[in-house]
């Protein structure tokens, strides 16, 4: 992989710019410091020599107070462009003459003041002194020029001195790195054609020489290797982090493909079942370190499979993502054993897997399972026909019932699951469940059984003489670490089992799953019974006020089992749903609730009472609900008043414009609504206020937590609100304390039901507390 890299070229310019650049810097420097050393002395001295010739031609002119003179000279000093002023002072610094040139004040001035002295014989006389002012600018000006000069030059001979290092450098240096680069990088990619030459005789050409010789010797090596990969009958494929990076010419024939379109794949895409097959080969990798030989289906580009051994080696132990795969076509070969195979794996009666080939296949199934995690299936199955148990058919007849047997068997499970002879009479059958949960694995597996019972029953209206029947014992594996044998061995036992139960009888293995579904199948067959006879009751719980006033009930149903006494719904309500039995469990209810309220009102006695009917989500999807509950209240000659539907937010979720039109065609015959459980499933606020209710019902486990809880008080205080706004009354369920009772009443809740006003009790009791006989608490 090429890597972002900079110039070396680009480092050696800098070197070479700074190298250049920093003795021009130096030189200009010092040139400058010296040059100005040397104006500065200049103009000491031509101040000082001016200054004392003025002085001395000033001394007469002075002596005699000649102004004409004093100015002359003056102006003959002024003539000096550097002189900026000069001024003649006598000894009481009084100016006697002065001129001056203000636009020549620039630059650095230096000033100096001399006496004017006349000598005497015996003493010398001061007349004054004479001042004068000089600027450098003139000098500066030269020494600017002289800079630029100095600069220029330096420069220049900085820049031809890179020009010719650097075209050196690029010459010697860069351009041949350059070549040495691209002729690594074409080695790189496997073309050794071309040569190296480099005629320079330095460093970089013995460089060049030596890369010639790997150059040679690479080619050689490589010519040497194609022409084995090119030869060898076998597929080559050169894998790299998942993806095949070569394959030799054998490779692309046997998968139809050129080089360019496998070097394209990933190795998990030349299998038939590529995410099995991977994942099975890298648990093998792992265990046998890097070396395999497995027989795997490949797929070819035309959509054919094809049978091979594939054989992987790893490249470095340390790199396991690097590896070589030798495929050897084995189609020939299988083709072959195929007849072999046959006659070892295969049953040649029913043409079925046998004993053999089907605990191979379970051991397959089983390691897959470690990946994948679904559940398997065992079955072993027993054909019991009288004739054949005595010995009265003859062979050829016999594996022609077999063969027939087989034919139904295979027929009644498709292609989902491997049915084998495993000796006799005896059959299996393996498979994967489409379900982890258990219950719904049993359920599968009832159904599977019972087909393959019945596919070898005999055809309605016809009477065989010697009927056979079918027992099955299933043992359904969830990942326990056994081998194939021992999972077989355990459906045979649960077959053992089913013999001692009767014929066409399935049994499971594991105690819990039988215990499980027998205790189902038995509730299924009594809750048909049930149905049928009529055996559900129904219970009643008031609905007070406050003060303990019955203004309604809460019915429930019961189921009054002939054997088992009375069995709470919710043990059987689950598996009547499950077997659609809740339509007409709920119609008999709603019709003993109906005779319950004509004898009440016929008595006088629930003028004012209004009784809660609980209706099932399945019961209520029914097209014809409304109109069959309807017309049950109208046989009975009560009121619709004296009938509350209570539904739970859950069955709302779904189909809500259905559920709304329903509770529409409800509320126009009269028939109230209550919202059961509230607040404990999905209905959304923006919905409540299109739902046509009457009334909202304080789910139990709100009121049980709420004298404790001050967040749960808050939310029932929500919902009462919440229904108030909406015009709804409110009632709370599971009121079970004098506490709870206060505490809903403070919040502004008017119906309790609940064990503190009085436990579920059958029609007579309610009939009792109706007549004033019993009172609630």
Not at 351 to 356: G, K, S, Y
Request: glycine share 6%.
């Amino acid at each position: 992989m090429m890597t972002k890299t900079t110039s070396l070229g680009l480092y050696i310019a800098c070197a070479l710019l700074v190298a250049l650049s920093l003795p021009v810097v130096v030189a200009l420097t010092v040139l400058n410091s010296t040059r100005e050393q040397q104006i500065s002395l200049e103009m000491t001295a031509l101040i000082d020599e001016k200054s004392q010739t003025l002085a001395h031609s000033l001394v007469l002119p002075v002596w005699n107070l000649d102004q004409s003179a004093m100015t002359s000279l003056l102006q003959a000093s002024l003539l000096d462009t550097q002189v900026v002023s000069v001024d003649i002072r006598d000894p009481e610094e009084r100016t006697l003459a002065r001129l001056e040139e203000p636009l020549r004040r620039s630059g650095k001035l230096l000033t100096r003041t001399l006496p004017l002295t006349m000598p005497q014989q015996d003493r010398t006389v001061t007349l004054g002194s004479v001042q004068m002012v000089v600027s450098d600018t003139q000098l500066q000006r030269k020494l600017a020029s002289d800079k630029r000069l100095q600069t220029c030059v330096l420069v220049a001979q900085g820049v031809v001195a890179l020009l010719i290092i650097g075209v050196l450098v690029y010459r010697r240096i860069l351009a041949p790195i350059r070549k040495l680069t691209v002729a690594t990088a074409r080695i790189e990619r496997g073309h050794f054609d071309t040569r190296i030459a480099l005629p320079q005789r330095d460093e970089i050409g013995l460089l060049a020489h030596r890369m010639e010789a790997m150059q040679t010797s690479l080619k050689t090596l490589f010519d040497e290797q194609a022409a084995i990969l090119g030869n060898i009958p076998a597929g080559v494929l050169f894998v790299r982090n998942g993806r095949i990076a070569f394959a030799n010419d054998a490779a692309q024939s046997m998968l139809g493909m050129s080089d360019t379109g496998l070097t394209a794949l990933s190795s998990a895409q030349i299998f038939e079942e590529p995410v099995q097959q991977a994942a099975y080969l890298d648990s093998k990798l792992a265990h046998h370190h890097g070396r395999v030989g497995e027989i795997v289906m490949l797929r070819r580009a035309d959509g054919r499979t094809l049978p091979a051994e594939l054989r992987t080696s790893l490249i470095d132990p340390a790199r396991e993502q690097d590896q070589i795969w030798v495929l050897i076509d084995v189609s020939e070969r299988l083709e072959a054993e195929s007849s072999i195979a046959r006659l070892s794996f295969y049953d040649p009666v029913t043409q079925l897997p046998n004993r053999q080939l089907s605990l191979d296949r379970l051991r397959r199934a089983l390691i897959r399972q470690q990946s994948h995690g679904m559940p398997l299936i065992v079955f072993y199955m027993e054909i019991h026909r009288a004739d054949l148990s005595h010995g009265l058919v003859k062979a050829d007849d016999a594996d022609r019932f077999l063969g027939e047997c087989a034919r139904r068997m295979a027929a009644s499970v498709g292609n989902d699951y491997m049915l084998a002879r495993i000796d006799g009479e005896r059959f299996a059958l393996g498979g994967q469940l489409g379900s982890k949960e258990l219950a719904e694995g049993i359920k599968s597996c009832e159904a599977l059984a019972n087909r393959l019972i019945a596919a070898l029953a005999p055809p309605p209206g016809t009477l065989e003489t010697f009927p056979c029947s079918l027992n099955i014992g299933i043992n359904i594996l969830r990942g326990e670490v056994q081998s194939a044998e021992e999972a077989l061995m355990q459906a045979k036992l649960a077959m053992v089992q089913s013999l001692a139960a009767g014929r066409n009888v399935f049994r499971f293995f594991d105690p819990a799953m039988q215990a499980l579904a027998t205790q189902r199948s038995a509730l299924e067959v009594e809750l048909r019974a049930a149905v049928a006879q009529r055996q559900f009751v129904v219970h009643y719980q008031p609905q007070v006020t406050y003060d303990g006033d019955v203004v309604g009930a809460e019915a429930l149903v019961r189921w009054r089992h002939p054997a088992k006494g009375m069995v709470s719904p919710a043990l059987f309500i689950p598996v009547a749903e499950d077997m659609g039995l809740m339509e007409e469990i709920g119609h008999q209810v709603l019709e003993a609730i109906c005779s319950d309220l004509e004898a009440w009102q016929r008595e006088g006695l629930a003028q004012d009472v209004v009784i809660a009917v609980n209706v099932s989500a399945q019961e209520f999807k029914v097209d014809h609900f409304v109109a069959r509950f309807h017309e049950t209240i109208r046989q009975h000659r009560i009121s619709s008043r004296a009938v509350k539907v209570e539904l739970t937010e859950s069955m709302m979720i779904d189909s809500i414009d259905e559920v709304i039109e329903k509770m529409n065609d409800l509320k126009s015959r009269d028939v109230s609504i209550s919202l059961d459980d509230f607040g404990t499933g999905y209905s959304s606020l923006s919905y409540l206020g299109r739902f046509p209710i009457d009334q909202l019902k304080i789910d139990q486990s709100f009121v049980r937590q709420m004298p404790k809880d001050a967040a749960t008080a808050s939310i029932v205080r929500s919902i009462i609100m919440l229904g108030q706004s909406l015009g709804l009354s409110i009632i709370a369920e599971g009121v079970e304390t004098m506490e709870q009772r206060d505490q809903l009443h403070a919040l502004g809740c008017t119906l309790y039901q609940g064990f503190w006003y009085g436990r579920l009790m059958p029609g007579e009791q309610f009939t009792a507390l109706l007549e004033g006989r019993q009172r609630v608490a």
